[in-house]
T-cell receptor, first 112, second 113 residues
Framework: GQNIDQPTEMTATEGAIVQINCTYQ??????LFWYQQHAGEAPTFLSY????GLEEKGRFSSFLSRSKGYSYLLLKELQMKDSASYLC?????????????FGAGTRLAVHP | DVKVTQSSRYLVKRTGEKVFLECVQD?????MFWYRQDPGLGLRLIYF???????EKGDIPEGYSVSREKKERFSLILESASTNQTSMYLC????????????FGPGTRLTVL
């Protein structure tokens, strides 16, 4: 079956570093995405990994290990505006079409 | 600037009513998607379309239908709304089937009484 797990909630301090983990089981893995979603708003794209390793984009980095079915999103120099939900999504090609399968999201609270 | 718009931010309907949710994208994207988002469950795919007049069922299509008569517009239809369809509905589009990024609309919060 298809399953994506990520922690429900995390808290962190402004200026710190936080790592949000995501584990997945899918039949036709074809890439992994991270999205950010502020309360009441649409998800916005943060990062994409299809090969193993680390992708860095400013304060945000995302890591993928396909053999372990594991990814993490690393947020550095946390700011208050980083308080949001972070959605892990796997692109799955089961059935001949690419579909995104989303985890339930991790709600991150950044406090002073 | 890429843009996906949805016809309503908030909608209240009664059980049994027919409900139309409209989504329009101005990016000339081939693929469009309808999701619902519920607490603790994340986004779940209802239907998607990879071309005009084409549609494919997602993971939870029961109780829904879709229409894509024009490339830029993808409609979600609840034939007879029920209370368990109270949810946030999000539309998204992407350039092509293997496209790396889906762009989301602001969402429609539907309440069925």
């Amino acid at each position: 079956g298809q399953n994506i797990d990520q922690p429900t909630e995390m808290t962190a301090t402004e200026g710190a570093i936080v790592q949000i983990n995501c584990t997945y089981q899918t039949s036709g893995f074809n890439g992994l995405f991270w999205y950010q979603q502020h309360a009441g708003e649409a998800p916005t794209f943060l990062s994409y990994n299809v090969l193993d390793g680390l992708e860095e984009k400013g304060r945000f980095s995302s890591f993928l290990s396909r053999s372990k079915g594991y990814s993490y999103l690393l947020l550095k120099e946390l700011q208050m505006k980083d308080s949001a939900s972070y959605l892990c999504a796997v692109r799955d090609r089961a059935g001949g079409y690419n579909k995104l399968i989303f985890g339930a999201g991790t709600r991150l609270a950044v406090h002073p | 600037d890429v843009k996906v718009t949805q016809s309503s931010r908030y909608l209240v309907k009664r059980t049994g009513e027919k409900v139309f949710l409209e989504c329009v994208q101005d990016m000339d994207h081939e693929n469009m998607f309808w999701y619902r988002q519920d607490p603790g469950l994340g986004l779940r795919l209802i239907y998607f379309s990879y071309d005009v007049k084409m549609k494919e069922k997602g993971d939870i299509p029961e109780g829904y239908s879709v229409s894509r008569e024009k490339k830029e517009r993808f409609s979600l239809i609840l034939e007879s709304a029920s209370t368990n369809q109270t949810s946030m509905y999000l539309c998204a589009s992407s350039l092509r089937a293997g496209g790396n990024e889906q762009f989301f609309g602001p969402g429609t919060r539907l309440t069925v009484l």
